[in-house]
């Protein structure tokens, strides 16, 4: 079975930079039930009504996933999604072991392209390696927390103070900031062209600013001197 090959733009978790998914119909029932529940109801003999007569799950194979990936769900942190499981790795050796043992049940996998790339994300922080500038343009993504009507007021008013190709936000982030205050916040968020924005984007409304990522083109990361302030002042 051939599975999808990803590069890995930025650590999975603020931590990872190998991801392993795999596929297997009935692994949705760890949400409910324990591992040995599963087993006791996926073996030839079992007393049980079964999970492949009840739910159309192939008995033999989800069982031998179960049996395989067991493991991996005691050491390695996870995420279960409907059939789909996964498993998200600090070290190649972990990657390679797990691709091993699953590789009949994986769907794809994200890992550095290179050991330059790796490096180059586990020594930076909030940074998004891409091939292109999103937009061509911009170079920080800045993500706000909730704000209240004169936080969102500020910040409308500073948007207009640039052009389009310096500040930007997207037509939602725009209507979320015109909206009164709801019970929730939506994903508000803005691109910018220039690191000097970010520095009075911090003195306008800087402990509600949730997050900000930094874009790093891989045709460049072994020779452009990036900014190394940011991340200070991203609290």
């Known amino acids: 079975m051939t599975y999808l090959k990803q590069k890995t733009n930025k650590l999975f978790y603020g931590k990872f930079p190998y ?81 091993k043992v699953l590789h009949d049940f994986i769907t794809y996998v994200s890992e550095p392209e290179s050991d330059y790339a790796l490096e180059y994300l586990q020594s930076k922080e909030k940074i998004v390696l891409c091939d292109r500038y999103p937009h061509d343009l911009y170079r920080y993504k800045v993500s706000f927390r909730s704000l209240n009507e004169n936080q969102k007021q500020k910040l409308l008013t500073w948007s207009k103070n640039y052009k389009e190709t310096q500040v930007k936000f997207s037509k939602m982030s725009i209507e979320a900031l015109e909206r009164p205050v709801t019970y929730y916040w939506d994903n508000v968020f803005c691109h910018l062209d220039d690191i000097k924005h970010l520095t009075f984007l911090y003195l306008l409304i800087g402990s509600s600013i949730k997050k900000v990522e930094q874009f790093v083109l891989r045709s460049s990361i072994n020779t452009v001197s990036q900014d190394q302030d940011y991340a200070k002042m991203d609290g």
Do not use: M
């Open 19 to 99: 991801k392993v998914n795999a596929y297997c119909k009935g692994i949705n029932f760890l949400r409910l039930r324990d591992y040995e529940w599963i087993l006791e109801r996926t073996q030839g003999t079992s007393p049980y009504v079964t999970i492949a007569s009840t739910h159309n799950v192939d008995r033999d194979n989800l069982r031998r996933f179960i049996i395989l990936a067991h493991p991996y769900f005691d050491s390695f942190r996870s995420r279960l999604e409907n059939n789909a499981v996964s498993f998200f790795l600090e070290t190649k050796e972990q990657f390679d072991e797990v691709c």
